[in-house]
């Protein structure tokens, strides 16, 4: 075959090429399982149809339901037709179907197995691996199958018979496809491919020998390279994320540097050249470039696309041989564990890397704007699609994600184990730990757990390797070590403080020993309490203190080894253990001390006793001068002497316990002194006489010197009664003790005498008994004054009385300032105080006249009225007035009593004035009540516009009734006491033309309600129920509905026992039914 023809045949094929529809390529993505492909896999046809006929099943059905719903009569039987009637659309019918069915069960040919390899070939391999894919495909190949026999039985029904219009035959599919469109070579077109080549050649310029120089110069530069070298990334071993980063960006600019320095010179010298725009015309140049700058885009973007590809590939999450490996640390800064860099910043340097990959190459310049150097420079589109970048960060993303899943198990793995040094669990655990009372051993094996675990930290590993990332956990686990540390130092500070304390403790007991021990005692009782303080110290104390020495030992032992000790506890240590040899010295020199005080103590005890035994000499010598005492004037100086010797008694007193109490601690016999006891019981008596007679001369001298009109009578005989009681026994005291001493020395002058004969001296009378019987003198003469004191002194007594005295006597009585008893009696009253008594006696039943007066009148201070709020008219009412009208009664009777004494003329003008405001109260009080049942009564009914309406006088009336009730209600709130609220001026005149115009208001609303009642025959009458103050009694009707809203709801109906009867409303009139 001649070249020529080969030529033909190559461009027929080609032209054939051109003309046939390209082959549709299966998408990459075809094996990704998208919802859009699970629907597709999931797809049945069989299932389609099947709802499909049972649609039709169902629509058929309504069908016949409406039909049969519709006749309601029986059908009419079918007429016999004739056979030649309905035999021919029948017969057309079952002849279409027969035939229908020979035709389908001929022999069909089978899809060909070609076809269905050709088939499985568009499926991925991917799709078709296991034994459920194959499963499936095989139930695919099968439906595929089956579908197109029967498309193939259709076809040939359709293509041998035609289907006659009869109706009930069954629909078959819808129409057949139409025939494939293929080439027609029913006509010449040699012509048409000759003008189509032509055309192709003038216009497609990728065929163009420039072209291919191109596409070979940038295969050539671009076919077995990328941007970055991503080879041998793992070999190098643990990188900072921002030195792989620098790394690589060096690389992407080098690389950028190289192709701009070696293949775009080359291209653009290929365009220099004569021969690069050969065979192009002038006005396709443009065309022409474009497509230059398309293949020049193409190549950089495939390089690009590939770089791309490549540096996601490193991070294939099966094939891990080349991902890199990152240095990352686990830091512990302000308490917290976190990671450095943080996974945030990992990903941000692996998508920034993706990012400078796709910012490579952009300020290419296309080659007619670097041939015709234009400014601004034209750039060729090298930036890659949307799609490829999304699934480079896409991918990256999760396989970073993917291969610090480790790293951050790990991290979980501290965390879950020692979060809770950090986020105040321990602190918490400490606090309630030092809260509690505990033990030096439970104290050292809580400190325990924290240094075990310290220990247990640093034994963990230091660096952590996974598929890409090295991870260093030095600064966690010095920083977690370093906290467990610190807990337990605060738990050692704690013990360490108490050991201390302790300590100190110990050694202040021993100082407290020494320091008690070396004290020399200022008393017996000390020198006591200092011998038995030093035997129990060497007893008890010591051996406690010892123990306690030994427990701080032992705590020493232990702190030797965890904590370091100040130098001040160093020292309070050491002291600690060598006080166990200090103080023996201590306790020998105390013996010596003892001893001396011993010997002191005792010389002094004897000359105390020597001492007291001449003081009780001494006393008993000054009490004997008592006995001598006769003066009553200097009876100021015998209390004071007697005074001075009771002193000095119990300064004895207390020297004889104190010697006593030194006996006892030295166990000595008690010394007794009953001369003592003797002179505490015979100095009593004088005490008390003294004292008394002192008391009475001062009494005397008040009552006679003092104010005579501050005497009382009844007290001053009260109290000269009691001293003349007082004196009696004292005098028959000293008598009796008097008796008994001359008896005493009777006996013993006769044991003296033996027998002898002598004149017995007459006994001296007892100075003390003298004293006696003259005070008792003095007090009966003082009784003779009292009646004039009584008769004068009373409290009633005033100026008209001392008036009427006066003119008795024929002078002037009147006491002042200067008057005292002892002048009234001066003056020899004796004679009239039979007349002064009658005119005292009268000045006391007008005193107490007056004085229940102003009881009565004090009572009423407190007492006020009741008051409570009515409603919600904002008024208030008074209630609970009982026992105010009770009191009024009993006080108005009490004063019209008084008023009938003859002991009432001197003020009968303020008991008047008195009874008088009792009663004004009494009458202002009824009226206030009257108004108050009226208004409560009226006030519902004429807050009704209606009722206003029908009674205009009535409703005026009544607002001027209810204006003064409010302004009397509010005063009384103001101050509800009774006084103050019924001292309002004119209040009882303003009540009493209330209470007029309330019967005014009442006659006016009888008549109403009569009026109406004649309109009304059936109409109960109302008026039987009213009572005869004109109130209707509220509880004995209930509510009607049509006057409710004016209130009227109370006084509608009679109530008649449980009988059910038909009243009327006295208003409306509207009939109620009650039960």
Request: aromatic fraction near 10%; glycine fraction near 4%; include cysteine.
């Amino acid at each position: 075959m001649s070249d020529g023809n080969k030529a033909v045949i190559a461009a027929e094929k080609e032209a054939l090429n051109l003309k046939l529809p390209p082959i549709v390529r299966p998408p990459e993505n075809i094996g990704v399982d998208t919802p859009a492909q699970s629907k597709l896999l999931n797809y049945r046809r069989y299932k389609e149809q099947q709802k499909t006929i049972n649609q039709l099943v169902i629509d058929g059905a309504k069908r016949s339901l409406d039909r049969t719903l519709d006749k309601r009569t029986l059908p009419t039987p079918e007429p016999d037709y004739p056979l030649t009637m309905t035999s021919g659309i029948k017969k057309k019918g079952f002849n279409y179907i027969y035939m229908k069915q020979c035709v389908e069960s001929s022999p069909m040919v089978p899809i060909q197995q070609e076809w269905l390899d050709h088939m499985l070939m568009l499926i991925p391999e991917s799709l078709k691996e296991g034994k459920e894919r194959e499963k499936l495909v095989e139930s695919l190949i099968n439906e595929v199958s089956s579908d197109f026999e029967k498309s193939m039985k259709r076809y040939l029904v359709r293509s041998v018979l035609v289907k006659p219009p009869v109706k009930w035959l069954e629909d078959e599919g819808g129409p057949l496809p139409e025939s494939p469109v293929g080439l027609d070579y029913s006509k010449p077109w040699h012509s048409s491919y000759v003008q189509t080549r032509s055309q192709i050649l003038a216009n497609l310029h990728i065929v163009h020998p420039t072209m291919k120089i191109l596409l070979d110069l940038g295969y050539t530069t671009f076919s077995n390279t990328i941007l970055l070298d991503l080879t041998g990334i793992r070999a190098k071993g643990p990188i900072d994320c921002e030195s792989l980063k620098n790394d690589l960006s060096i690389q992407a600019r080098k690389a950028e540097e190289k192709i701009m320095n070696t293949w775009y010179p080359k291209v653009i010298n290929l365009f220099t050249k004569k021969e690069a725009l050969e065979g192009i015309r002038p006005e396709k140049w443009d065309a022409f470039y474009n497509c230059v700058s398309t293949l020049m885009s193409n190549q950089l973007k495939d390089f690009l696309k590939r770089t791309v590809e490549g540096f996601v590939k490193l991070f294939d999450q099966e094939d891990q041989c080349g991902l890199p490996i990152f240095k990352m640390e686990l830091t512990f800064d302000d308490d917290k564990m976190e990671f450095y860099p943080t996974f945030q910043d990992l990903e941000d340097v692996v998508l920034g890397l993706v990012e400078r990959i796709t910012e490579a190459l952009q300020n290419v310049q296309t080659v007619p704007s670097w041939l015709s150097g234009t400014s601004p420079a034209v750039n060729l589109d090298t930036e890659l699609p949307e799609h490829v970048s999304q699934w480079a960060v896409t991918t990256l993303k999760a396989a970073v994600h993917h291969n610090l899943e480790g790293a951050r198990k790990h991290y979980e793995t501290y965390v879950e184990k020692y979060n809770w040094l950090l986020d105040g669990s321990a602190v918490e655990l400490i606090e309630t730990f030092q809260a509690e009372d505990h033990t030096f051993d439970e104290y050292t094996e809580f400190i325990g757990r924290f240094l075990s675990l310290a220990s247990e930290i640093m034994l963990l590993p230091q660096w952590v390797h996974f598929p890409m990332v090295r991870l260093d956990c030095e600064d966690l686990k010095t920083g977690l070590t370093n906290k467990a540390k610190a807990f337990a130092n605060i738990l050692l500070n704690d013990i360490a403080s108490k050991h201390r304390k302790e300590n100190e403790s110990i050694c202040s007991d021993f100082e407290a020993i020494k320091e008690h021990a070396l004290k020399v005692p200022e008393t017996t009782e000390e020198m006591m309490d200092l011998i038995s303080y030093v035997e129990k110290a060497r007893t008890i104390g010591i051996q406690e203190l010892i123990l306690r020495i030994k427990e701080s030992k032992r705590r020493m032992s232990y702190f030797l080894d965890v904590f370091l000790f100040p130098p001040e506890d160093l020292a309070l240590n050491s002291t600690v253990l060598m006080w166990p040899w200090k103080i023996n010295p201590i306790f020998d020199e105390n013996d010596e001390l003892i001893e001396n005080a011993k010997h002191e103590k005792e010389n002094e005890l004897i000359a105390k006793r020597e001492k007291l035994i001449l003081e009780i000499e001494k006393e008993s010598r000054r009490m004997e001068e008592f006995t001598e005492f006769a003066e009553l004037d200097r009876m100021q100086q015998y209390v004071t002497d007697v005074r001075q010797l009771q002193k000095r008694i119990q300064e004895s007193e207390e020297a004889v316990q104190f010697i006593n109490k030194e006996e006892e601690l030295f166990k000595w016999e008690l010394t007794k002194y009953p001369e003592l006891d003797k002179l505490k019981v015979n100095i009593e008596p004088y005490q008390k006489f003294f004292n008394f007679v002192l008391k009475w001369q001062r009494t005397e001298k008040r009552w006679m010197d003092g104010g005579f009109l501050d005497l009382n009578g009844e007290n001053m005989e009260a109290d000269v009664d009691e001293f003349s009681r007082e004196v009696f026994k004292t005098l028959k005291f000293f008598q009796m003790k008097h008796k008994k001493e001359l008896q005493e020395k009777r006996k013993a002058a006769k044991k003296r005498s033996l027998g002898e004969d002598k004149l017995e001296e007459e006994p001296k009378e007892n100075p003390t008994i003298i004293m006696c019987s003259t005070v008792m003198e003095q007090i009966k003469v003082f009784k003779d004054c009292i009646p004039t004191v009584s008769i004068l002194c009373n409290p009633g007594m005033r100026a008209r009385h001392w008036k009427q005295i006066s003119e008795i006597v024929g002078y002037d009585l009147t006491p002042d300032s200067g008057t005292t008893l002892r002048k009234i009696l001066k003056l020899n009253l004796t004679p009239y105080l039979e007349k002064f008594e009658v005119i005292s006696a009268g000045a006391s039943k007008e005193f107490s006249l007056e004085k229940a007066m102003h009881t009565m009148i004090g009572t009423w201070a407190d007492i006020a009225f009741h008051i409570t709020p009515y409603r919600d008219t904002g008024v208030s009412i008074l209630s609970s007035v009982d026992e105010i009208q009770t009191l009024l009664d009993d006080q108005i009777i009490k004063t019209q009593t008084m008023r009938g004494s003859p002991f009432i003329k001197p003020f009968e003008k303020e008991i008047k004035a008195w009874e008088d405001r009792l009663i004004r109260i009494q009458e202002t009080i009824d009226e206030w009540l009257k108004v108050q049942a009226q208004w409560l009564y009226l006030e519902p009914i004429f807050c009704s516009e209606d009722i206003m309406q029908q009674m205009p006088e009535e409703g005026r009336q009544f607002q001027t009734v209810d204006r003064h009730w409010r302004d009397i209600m509010k005063f009384c709130k103001k101050d509800p006491k009774v006084l103050a609220a019924t001292s309002l001026t004119g209040l009882l005149e303003k009540l009493q033309n209330c209470n007029e115009l309330l019967e005014k208001i009442m006659k006016g609303l009888n008549a109403y309600l009569e009026k109406k009642r004649l309109f009304f025959p059936r109409a109960r009458c109302c008026g039987k129920v009213a009572h005869s103050s004109g109130r209707f009694n509220a509880p004995e009707y209930s509510r009607c509905d049509r006057c409710s809203q004016a209130g009227l709801s109370r006084i509608c109906k009679k109530r008649l026992g449980s009988r059910v009867a038909w009243t009327s409303c006295p208003l409306c009139f509207s009939n109620v039914l009650d039960f």
